[in-house]
């Protein structure tokens, strides 16, 4: 706390429940970074041509675009191989930790999302600790 | 003259009266003044005891030597219930009237407050009353069975559609589907079929179901942890000290639902045989190193002091890491929870003889009682089952310990003085194989439950194996390690032994070759034990063969639901051998005892 504080980043985060989305985009905004929600994949692709986030921390079972397709737009080709994509699951499963490792995620993690493990994991993958 | 004693009647036929040479009534036993509830004296007594067979009247002393030999019956005239069928027997002087109860049926007898041990003890009535009891009872039974198995039946035929090819052809024809011609055959073959396909549809819900109610339960905790830690850190504005500690309290409770969570779907998992266990190599140092990494703050903090020692001669293992890095985080959490002063312990080294380690994690805690011990490794056991809690826990680690261990092929040993501490060791073969699921030393030297042996069986008797020429058994298990030793003690012991490998090869072989006894392991991948118990009880031929489900478990949960699915007995793996075969031994006793019964 007393350092200066990492960032700020450009995070998405896509869920498709709005009560996951709120307590998140707070913690992160109130670390000073900017934060930008959606309730579903489409839109944040969309947003990602205007301006790639840093981070993109995504839901994987949602109706419409699934999170390994939402994976998949973004990895095709290398215009966004910058982006640090953790896909949080609600299925502690290893085959769903492959699967979304496969489809180019950085990082799995499971929810419950501990905020204090997510912000360990943002630096780490900044390659800050 | 010499007299009877006559109190030595009255074990061998305890109803019986006595009359003098004078003709008058000497003597009534004792049963017949208790059932009569008289304390007449023996004139009145006579005046009130009526024949009613061959003629009707009170009973005069005149008629007795007429009566000598022949079939009659007799009652009290205060007392009609109580009926003796009987005869006059002379002796010297006397006359001696014996009889015995004349009833039906034990319930009648149990009515009028007796039991079969009041009837005489050379009387057949007994013998004939146990078998009119027997056969009722086996009618009864033989009559739900058959409403069970229309009812099965009526299943079946509900399901019909084409499942050519699913069923091997050897279990078709050992039911004797193939013999039949025409459309008949095709029908039961679906029946068959389909039946199978319920099963493998139950296993594949029974998977899915545990893997949806995890991630159910886990959705809003998402938000109830996070919304607590970010009101904590004051995202949304500063709070009072009670605020906080409130919010404190709600995540703690939310932190142990969600290893609640964790806890059941992993433990159910390793119960269904659906654990991944991924063996890999791993150094020794630092599979210790990183369990006491995470142990050691809670150490430090309780101002313990930590033992660490590793006289072991193998760098590697091969095991599934993360999970014995689990045992070990989970044997020295727990050493740390119930220790307020003294030390916790690791020591590592190896089984002489064997290409086996051993994991020792010791306290210097409260220790556990010997009656807790049992129970240790049960889901939600507690030692302190007290109203206030003072440890917390799931309750799940030890038995998800326990099976891992297990799973591993090794076991858990338990040695505690209460008060004193407690010493865990694990042992754990060096180069685990994921097919050895279940595989113990096989020397009887696990932490060993009284309570396994489930069935409700005598000693067999020593000449039962005579009367058997060679049983024939199956022995089903998918690790071959755990077959082999069992096959070859039976062998030894004279018995032909038959082995299968899977539920399917179980039923094929059971239906084909049709033994006298199943041993059956519980815990196999795809068509679990269960499951096969399941389907030999619904089919009439294998209704009746005894089974003894094996597990790797000692849960009374899981003993329950071996006999609920229908097994004779239960004996939690690593078992004995001898112990086995006396079990092996009973129930065959038992089921030729039964065809005897029914043969009758």
Not at chain 1, 50 to 64: A, K, N, Q, R, Y
Not at chain 2, 129 to 141: D, G, Q
Not at chain 2, 192 to 218: D, Y
Not at chain 2, 498 to 512: P, R, S, T, W, Y
Request: proline content about 5%.
């Amino acid at each position: 706390m007393t350092d200066v504080p990492p960032g700020p980043w450009d995070i998405f985060l896509v869920d498709d429940r709005p009560e996951n989305l709120g307590f998140v985009k707070d913690a992160l905004a109130h670390a000073g970074h900017r934060v930008e929600t959606f309730l579903e994949g489409r839109a944040a692709l969309e947003k990602m041509e205007e301006s790639p986030p840093d981070f993109v921390l995504l839901d994987l079972e949602m109706p419409g675009m699934s999170g390994i397709e939402v994976l998949g737009e973004i990895r095709k080709g290398d215009r966004y191989s910058e982006v640090i994509v953790i896909v949080l699951s609600a299925h502690p499963r290893e085959d769903v930790e492959e699967e979304s490792l496969a489809a180019g995620a950085n990082e799995v993690m499971s929810k419950p999302i501990r905020l204090r493990l997510l912000r360990e994991r943002l630096l780490s993958l900044k390659g800050m600790k | 003259m010499q007299r009877l004693p006559w109190k030595l009647l009255e074990p061998l036929t305890p109803y019986h009266a006595v009359w003098n040479a004078e003709g008058e009534l000497f003597h009534v036993s004792e049963p017949l003044r208790k059932f009569w509830k008289t304390e007449d004296p023996l004139p009145v007594l006579q005046g009130k005891m009526k024949l009613l067979r061959p003629f009707s009247g009170i009973i005069q002393a005149a008629w007795l030597p007429e009566l000598t030999a022949l079939n009659l019956q007799f009652t009290h005239v205060d007392y009609p219930d109580l009926v003796i069928r009987g005869q006059v027997i002379s002796y010297d002087e006397y006359w001696i009237l014996v009889g015995s109860p004349n009833v039906h049926s034990v319930a009648e007898l149990t009515k009028m407050g007796l039991k079969l041990s009041d009837l005489p003890i050379h009387d057949g009535m007994g013998d004939l009353l146990i078998a009119v009891e027997t056969s009722l009872v086996a009618h009864r039974e033989t009559e739900e069975r058959s409403r069970e198995l229309a009812k099965a039946n009526e299943e079946l035929l509900a399901v019909n559609l084409a499942l050519s090819g699913f069923v091997p052809p050897s279990v078709l024809k050992s039911l004797g589907l193939e013999e039949d011609s025409g459309d008949d055959a095709g029908t039961r073959a679906e029946m068959v079929g389909r039946f199978i396909e319920h099963l493998q549809a139950a296993i594949e819900f029974r998977e899915s179901f545990l893997a949806n109610m995890s991630h159910e339960l886990r959705t809003p905790l998402n938000a109830i942890l996070g919304v607590t830690e970010v009101l904590q850190e004051g995202v949304y504005g500063d709070l009072t000290e009670k605020q906080l500690e409130m919010l404190h309290t709600v995540e703690n409770s939310g932190d142990h639902l969600l290893s609640l969570i964790n806890d059941v779907l992993d433990l159910s998992k390793i119960e269904a045989g659906e654990a991944n266990v991924r063996i890999g190599e791993f150094k020794l140092d630092a599979l210790c190193d990183s369990a006491l990494q995470l142990i050691r703050q809670q150490i430090r903090n309780k101002g313990l002091e930590l033992k660490f020692e590793n006289k072991s001669q193998h760098e590697t293992l091969f095991v599934d890491g993360r999970r014995i890095r689990q045992v070990l985080l989970n044997l020295l959490s727990n050493a740390v929870k119930f220790t307020d002063e003294g030390h916790i312990s690791l020591r590592v080294d190896d089984v002489s003889g064997v290409e086996m380690i051993r994991f020792r994690v010791e306290d210097s805690g409260i220790g556990i009682s010997s009656e807790d011990q049992e129970k240790l490794f049960q889901p939600f056991f507690q030692v302190d089952h007290g109203l206030s809690r003072k440890y917390q826990g799931t309750g799940l680690g030890l038995a998800i310990t326990w099976r891992t261990v297990e799973l591993h092929g090794g076991q858990i040993e338990l040695e505690s003085v209460p008060g004193k501490g407690s010493c865990f060791s694990v042992v754990l073969p060096v180069k685990a194989e994921k097919s050895e699921v279940g595989k113990g030393l096989g020397k009887g030297t696990a932490l060993r439950r009284k309570d396994a042996l489930r069935a409700d069986f005598t000693t067999p008797d020593p000449t039962a194996l005579l009367a058997v020429s060679s049983p024939y058994i199956l022995v089903v298990d998918d690790v071959a390690d755990n077959r082999t030793h069992v096959v070859d003690y039976f062998q030894h012991a004279g018995f032909e032994v038959d082995v299968a490998e899977n539920g399917m090869g179980a039923l094929q072989k059971i239906f084909e070759k049709q033994p006298d006894l199943v041993l059956l392991d519980i815990q196999m991948p795809g068509i679990t034990g269960l499951d096969v118990i399941r389907c030999l009880r619904v089919i009439s031929s294998t209704r009746n063969l005894p089974v003894i489900a094996l597990t790797g478990s000692a849960l009374e949960a899981d003993q329950e639901r071996c006999m609920e699915a229908g097994a004779d007995a239960f004996l939690a793996k690593p078992c004995i051998l001898a112990e086995l075969k006396s079990l092996v031994l009973s129930l065959l006793d038992k089921k030729n005892t039964d065809l005897g019964r029914n043969q009758k």
